[in-house]
């Protein structure tokens, strides 16, 4: 049970940084253009 002291912080640690970092990308324009990607590798130039 003490080993929980620990392991509760340290989740709750890196799922703050897992958010973090999702906030990052979405203001950093990571998901702006999904479908784009995916269709301009199909076109032919």
Request: aromatic share 8%; hydrophobic share 55%; net charge negative.
């Amino acid at each position: 049970m003490n080993v929980l002291i620990y392991l509760i912080p340290a989740a709750l640690g890196l799922g703050a940084l897992g958010l973090g970092a999702f906030l990052w990308s979405l203001k950093s324009g990571q998901f702006d253009d999904p479908q784009g990607a995916a269709e301009r590798i199909l076109m032919d130039d």
